[in-house]
């Protein structure tokens, strides 16, 4: 060869893709997960090993996830709330989640939700990723309470008035902080 390039971390791309929501990157990330099972890096491959992943994990109730491209922006795309929060689980519980989590943005702090949540009281004690297209608002992550806990959030909503609704994942949010704030258990 006559020259040479090392790529960023994964932890680098992961986050430049999720704290500035960059499809390009995500779409070539897929790529590149079906170049690593051995396959040309095809977004068809791509979306097998990713469906492989989930079904390990998820079993059956991974079974409706439909994935097109990588960044979300589809409307063919579909994933429950149930089996995302089980994802979310899964990369808390492993052993990148502090990579994930932190490649998140953080309300009020960074990322694309930098303003939005500047003077809310999540404002720095959450990692959440926010999605919009048209009739479609979601919002996904981990929420931190004062007493080092962290609840899984999240929220989708999928309706024609969906923009409408758009307080509604901020008001699960703002509830899921609140729960963090509560004692575990009773008499207190």
Same mark, same amino acid.
């Given at each position: 060869?006559?020259?040479?390039? /090392?790529?960023?971390?994964?932890?680098? $791309?992961?986050?430049?893709?999720?704290?500035?929501?960059?499809?390009?990157? %995500?779409?070539?990330?897929?790529?590149?997960?079906?170049?690593?099972?051995? &396959?040309?890096?095809?977004?068809?491959?791509?979306?097998?090993?990713?469906?492989?992943?989930? %079904?390990?994990? &998820?079993?059956? /109730?991974?079974?409706?996830?439909?994935?097109?491209?990588?960044?979300?922006?589809?409307?063919? !795309?579909?994933?429950?709330?149930? $089996?995302?929060?089980?994802?979310?689980?899964?990369?808390?519980?492993?052993?990148?989640? @502090?990579?994930?989590?932190?490649?998140? @943005?953080? @309300?009020?702090?960074?990322?694309?939700?930098?303003?939005?949540?500047?003077? %809310?009281?999540?404002?720095?004690?959450?990692?959440?990723?926010?999605?919009?297209?048209?009739?479609?608002?979601?919002?996904?992550?981990? =929420?931190?309470? @004062?007493?080092?806990?962290?609840?899984?959030? =999240?929220?989708? =909503?999928?309706? /024609?008035?969906?923009?409408?609704?758009?307080?509604?994942?901020?008001?699960?949010? &703002?509830?899921?902080? !609140? &729960?963090?704030?509560?004692?575990?258990?009773?008499?207190?």
């Amino acid at each position: 060869p006559l020259t040479g390039a /090392d790529s960023p971390t994964l932890a680098e $791309v992961v986050r430049d893709i999720n704290k500035n929501s960059n499809n390009v990157m %995500a779409r070539h990330l897929l790529l590149t997960m079906g170049a690593s099972a051995g &396959q040309p890096a095809t977004l068809p491959a791509g979306r097998a090993a990713i469906m492989r992943w989930l %079904a390990e994990r &998820q079993g059956d /109730d991974a079974a409706a996830t439909v994935l097109e491209n990588g960044s979300g922006l589809s409307r063919i !795309e579909r994933i429950t709330p149930g $089996v995302l929060a089980g994802v979310l689980a899964t990369a808390w519980n492993g052993p990148y989640g @502090p990579e994930l989590a932190s490649s998140l @943005p953080v @309300p009020g702090v960074d990322g694309t939700l930098k303003r939005k949540y500047k003077d %809310a009281p999540i404002a720095g004690r959450a990692h959440l990723k926010s999605g919009y297209l048209e009739n479609v608002r979601a919002i996904a992550g981990y =929420v931190h309470g @004062p007493d080092g806990r962290t609840l899984i959030v =999240v929220g989708i =909503v999928n309706h /024609d008035r969906a923009r409408e609704a758009a307080a509604v994942p901020e008001a699960l949010v &703002q509830w899921t902080l !609140e &729960q963090t704030e509560r004692p575990l258990c009773c008499g207190g």
